[in-house]
């Protein structure tokens, strides 16, 4: 781990926490050992195996007690002595209140907020995710220990990709790529469930439960019209197999999530919370789902009232738990399936199924044991919530997601000088809760950015600029004033979630109003040029600023959470060396001119459709996916690879025409889980760290082929990973390669095949020829 001095911002942050205790609650169980009644039910008894436990619950229960425990607030059951439960809960970055769950009324008053997704993932280091993800755990069952919660079912993470720029929830995902995508949802559901970094140790027990959404190709809220009630997303089979679908299959079968969540939308004409292909043969009988698949909230509803899908409320509960699903948020299923039970549509073996599912989470987190103080994770006090190592991890987490996307002259890091003067310009410079994002509830305590740069520059003056981050009318002349006597300027810019946000995509990528006519005035005006920092969850068209000689840097810094601007100000005055990378890709404003409903990744030049991502975009970048500069310099050099070449055998291969070119291909299903075993092989990078400053730099393994043919990325990710050096330091990285997942691509019809030729393993500028023989 990457220890590192803290700043004195840093310690006068932390002296502000509170530690808080509680003295104990009577918290809701059942199986409550004092009761003598309980020792009569088998589901009580904890050396049975869940699934005879939650079998012997469910037949005990009467067809009017059932239907109510199908919805996310689900009501007591007093003659069994079972407590009602809320499903819904949220903990996207840090726990929240954003559903019914949590509650912060009580001596626990928030809790530890961590940087926006978007902003995580800009680490590339699976592990600090791993980290928040076993801190917001640790933080739910404290709330829940402190009788401040109902559940501890919580719904997230949102992996869906990043496909528009556009896209208002885009700051909640970790950005467009598959792999990085997979991998946070694993890192993050593993921290969540109490499992190790590595995976395997959860036997049944959960420390929380986490959420794998929105199940699937959800990427649209609400857009020209367009509403994700209503939308019905067509995806081809190719990109459903390797973009789309990816990271759920990730999150299920290595995470081993116990959630999923399905989705709003339609995808090819079929609602996805009542797609039987989808949840029941994809997720649980392909993937091995194990676990509860709960709706969106009113996702149900919408397949009657809405698409029309369903010819009545009953069908439409039909169709929904037939699929598979087990749970409405919502009251659409305790209002209608009684009805469809009696009308013979639904069997009551369907509830059964469904309830089996919802009581097997109850209970593998531990609530049906008796009294949860005296479990395993009983001792989990309120000194566990916005404790000083989750505060620490926040910082770091906000530092290292910051990416540096311009440095003129190396005009960062600014001088620390007592005399020197500051002006702090922007509409989001005094505002924690713009830092914060969306899904969020109170944190534990945070500063603005212009109070973390106050404490290194005690002579600074703060104009917003602006009247809001919208910008419709600004104070140019007065920023202009202020600039102009100042020594050194900071623009603090870019959106919040009147901008972006859930049911509300944008429709350009420029900023807002009249922020670039400030940010330009300000700029000419000013002694030297400015440093320009940009807060937003999606990409926005800042090409003025790039290529403007008045503005010397630019940092992009997302929603970075509580301790966000404590971390830019140290970057900006050189306490911490930038190293993000930005995890999806920043396009030119025209892009706008592609219909964000149009769901294609691959680009289609007769049409002129420019496809999607870095894996598949061909036009003009303003930044591209894994850009991200550094005080430092770093170069790469493929030190050892343990394989060139794997060969196939030739007698099952195949033979197939695709875009009108022939290709051999062998299927990678049909390949041997043991042969891809045996098929993998190292590739060791050597780094070198070439600056004068240390640095934490997370180094980008791609692969691309020599040939773009048939459909194939461009180029692709295949791993990431961390190195910290010392200036002028030296380390290496190895990369463990499976040929089976990084040479393999998806045909048209969503078949996973590797075809002969050869590839390139790319990293920085370097590249390393690997070849298919067949």
Known sequence: MFLQKLSLTTLLYFTLLLIIRVDSTQLPFSCDSSDPSTENYPFCKTTLPISQRVRDLVSRLTLD?????????????????????????????????????????????????????????????????????????????????????????????NINIFRDPRWGRGQETPGEDPLVTGKYAVSYVRGVQGDTFEGGKIKGHLLASACCKHFTAYDLDRWMGTTRYKFDARVTAQDLADTYQPPFESCVKQGRVSGIMCAYNRVNGVPSCADYNLLTKTARRQWGFHGYITSDCDAVSIIYDDQGYAKSPEDAVVDVLEAGMDLNCGSYLQKHTESAVKQKKLPESEIDRALHN????????????????????????TDHVCSPAHQVLALQAAEDGIVLLKNSDKRLPLPKSKSMS????????????????????????????????????????????????????????KAVGIAKEADHVVMIMGLDQTQEREDFDRVDLVLPGKQQELITCVAKAAKKPVILVILCGGPVDISFAKYDPNIASILWAGYPGEAGGIALAEIIFGDHNPGGRLPMTWYPCDYVKVAMTDMRMRPEPNSGYPGRTYRFYKGHKVFEFGYGLSYSK?????????????????????KMVENGHTVNYKSVSDLDTEFCENKKFSVTVGVENDGEMDGKHPVLLFVKPEKNENGRPTIQLVGFQSVILKAEEKGEIEFEVSPCEVFSRATENGLMVMEEGTHLLVVGDEEYPFSIVI
């Not at 919802?358 to 006090?381: A, H, K, V, W």
């Not at 500063?447 to 104070?475: E, F, H, R, W």
């Not at 770093?634 to 195949?654: D, M, Q, R």
Request: aromatic residues 12%; glycine residues 10%; charged residues 10%.
């Open 65 to 157: 007690e059932k239907i109510p425990q199908l919805v996310n607030s689900a009501p007591p059951i007093p003659r069994l002595g079972i407590p009602g439960y809320e499903w819904w809960s949220e903990a996207l970055h840090g726990v929240a209140n954003a559903g019914r769950g949590i509650r912060f009324n009580g001596t626990i008053k928030g809790a530890t907020s961590f940087p926006q997704v978007i902003l995580t993932a800009a680490s590339f280091d699976s592990y600090m995710w791993y980290r928040i993800g076993e801190a917001i755990g640790i933080e739910a069952r404290a709330l829940y220990n402190a009788g401040q919660a109902t559940g501890m079912t919580f719904w997230a993470p």
């Open 634 to 654: 770093y170069s790469y050099k493929f030190k050892h690879v343990t394989a060139n070449k794997l060969y196939l055998n030739e007698s099952s291969s195949t």
């Open 358 to 381: 919802l009581f097997s989470i109850r209970m593998r987190l531990g609530l049906f044991n008796g009294n949860p103080s005296e479990q395993p994770f009983g001792n989990i006090g």
């Open 422 to 477: 500051l002006a702090v310009i922007g509409p989001n410079a005094n505002s924690a809760f713009t830092l914060i994002g969306n899904y969020a509830g109170p944190a534990c305590n945070s500063i603005t950015i212009l109070q973390a740069l106050q404490n290194y520059v005690k002579n600074t003056i703060y104009d917003p600029g602006c009247d809001t981050v919208g910008c419709s009318s600004a104070s140019i002349d």
